[in-house]
């Protein structure tokens, strides 16, 4: 079964994970009817077609669990995903193998899925401080969970272009599934934590913003 669970993670939220099993037709047929997805799969490359379908097929399944309305998922000028006129807040991410949904009918949402490989790694000189490294300590698994963290966060805000390793900062706490998170922007600071977890070999963080006001 490709969905491999779904988690409430409070009232007003949930959260979903999907293994990518299907072809594209079969993914597109599992889509609610009345949800037009043609002019954003054509700007899909067809490698990635299938993760971005399964996504969205998730996407469906857990609004379902919220309200029967006919709801198109857009994307807004940040590239943010979201509903016209409705009150939910989504963010998503795929992979080649899972993909990962987080839906709320009551607070701003970030999620990312990484899967973990040396390319984290290879790159990590253009995202994390010297502050950072020294908890990462050139881990492959704790680098890719930094980087999937700052993406994370980077969804969450969606707001202006950030660069992670300036605007984005990640630190440890003493609960061993939860990161510290801060934006910083110029005229922006505000301080998340972000939930983590290891999935097959990937990296999955996610965010709920309960405090709307920002933390100065």
Known sequence: M????????DAHTKLGLWELTEPVEELRAALPAYVAVEEGLEQVHPRRQQEWL???VLVYRLLQEF??????LLRDQFGKPYFPDSRFHVSISHSPQLAAVI???AHEVGIDIELVSPKAL?????????????????NEQNTCLYWSAKETLY???????????ENLAIAPTDDPNM?????NTENFSKLYRISFEVVQNHILTYCLDKQPDPID
Request: proline content about 4%; overall charge positive; aromatic content about 6%.
């Open 2 to 9: 490709p969905l491999l669970y779904t988690k409430q993670l």
């Open 54 to 56: 399964a996504s969205r």
């Open 67 to 72: 309200t029967t309305r006919p709801l198109q």
């Open 103 to 105: 839906l709320s009918d």
């Open 122 to 138: 290879r790159v990590q000189d253009k995202f994390l401080t010297d502050n950072e490294k020294s908890h990462t300590l050139a």
């Open 155 to 165: 969804k969450l805000y969606s707001r202006k272009q950030l660069i992670l390793k």
């Open 179 to 183: 990161l510290q998170g801060r934006v």
